[in-house]
């Protein structure tokens, strides 16, 4: 099976903005759980900044904890 590449490291996006809720939610489930790296490929480096700008924009009620 082929590797997937880092979405981000191909956009060459280097800041992810917990205000961009449309693009946050495309890197979560649809219970709000946020995908593992090898679901969509992301790079180490890029999954953890991800995951802190998930968890900051669901403090900032963006994006929700759980869906009902």
Do not use: W
Not at 5 to 21: G, H, R
Not at 35 to 54: D, E, F, M, N, S
């Amino acid at each position: 099976m082929e590797k997937k590449s880092c979405f981000f490291c191909q956009e060459k996006i280097e800041k992810i903005d917990y205000k961009e809720a449309y693009m946050l939610r495309r890197f979560m489930n649809s219970q709000g759980k946020i995908y593992p790296p090898k679901r969509h490929g992301t790079c180490t480096k890029h999954q953890r900044v991800l995951a802190k700008a998930i968890k900051r924009a669901r403090v900032m009620a963006l994006v929700p904890f759980v869906a009902k």
